[in-house]
């Protein structure tokens, strides 16, 4: 049986261990560890592996928090399938996680089991989402219809995230405790992509918003 090279970033040395006890009888074999942001992304500029898991809040220095992060290994490693360990159930945060090129999306209260499946579909470039995280992720055939002036103003997945979030009447506060970032950074962050899209104020910005959400529709 071929056996597939394979990080694995988490900050909780125990979960490490799960998922090393996860993957033990499959395919997938461990080479190197990490438990920041910061170390998943040197261990990557050293040498490439046939796959990913990593969490996505995790301590580090170098990127701005888990989108900037997942973003940076997408834009330098658009080949490398990455899988996702998360707790988080905000549907924009994950759906922002699959805009950064990651394929699998494994809840971790479901104890790992659906790992090792993850991983294969991730390995073969299908995605993957768990049981309880699929409800919560919007429809493919929303995204596509997305507006081309965001696509245009090349938003970071940070600043698209902090306008979704917005959007759905999150506060400066409340967005910078989702994200895990000070409430100056999400307010820099509001500002950059408001320049971006050519907006001046905050009333502009929330009309951009609605027509944008009004353009998007419902979920089906």
């Known amino acids: 049986m071929a056996r597939h090279d394979t990080y694995i970033a988490d900050d909780h040395q125990a979960i490490r261990l799960g998922l090393r006890v996860a993957l033990a009888d499959s395919a997938f074999v461990v080479s190197a560890e990490a438990n920041t942001m910061d170390a998943a992304a040197a261990l990557l500029e050293q040498r490439v592996p046939d796959l990913l898991i990593t969490d996505f809040s995790m301590p580090g220095e170098r990127f701005g928090d888990g989108l900037d992060y997942l973003d940076h290994v997408h834009t330098h490693y658009p080949d490398l399938p990455v ?15 699959l805009d950064c090129g990651v394929l699998g999306l494994v809840d971790k209260t479901a104890g790992l089991r659906q790992l090792s499946l993850a991983a294969q579909k991730a390995l073969r470039g ?6 309880a995280l699929t409800s919560l992720v919007e429809a493919p055939a929303r995204r596509a219809s997305d507006g081309n002036l965001i696509q245009q103003a090349r938003l970071s997945a940070s600043e698209r995230t902090v306008l979704d979030l917005i959007g759905e009447g999150d506060s400066l506060k409340s967005i910078a405790e989702t994200l895990d970032r000070s409430i100056s950074t999400v307010s820099t962050l509001k500002t950059r992509a408001m320049v971006k899209l050519g907006l001046t104020s ?3 910005l929330l009309e951009f918003i ?4 009004a353009s998007v529709g419902p979920s089906p």
């Open 126 to 131: 299908e995605r993957y989402v768990s049981e």
């Open 202 to 204: 905050n009333a502009d």
């Open 210 to 213: 609605r027509h944008h959400n």
């Open 83 to 97: 899988v996702v360990l998360t707790m988080l159930r905000r549907p924009v945060i994950l759906q922002a996680m």
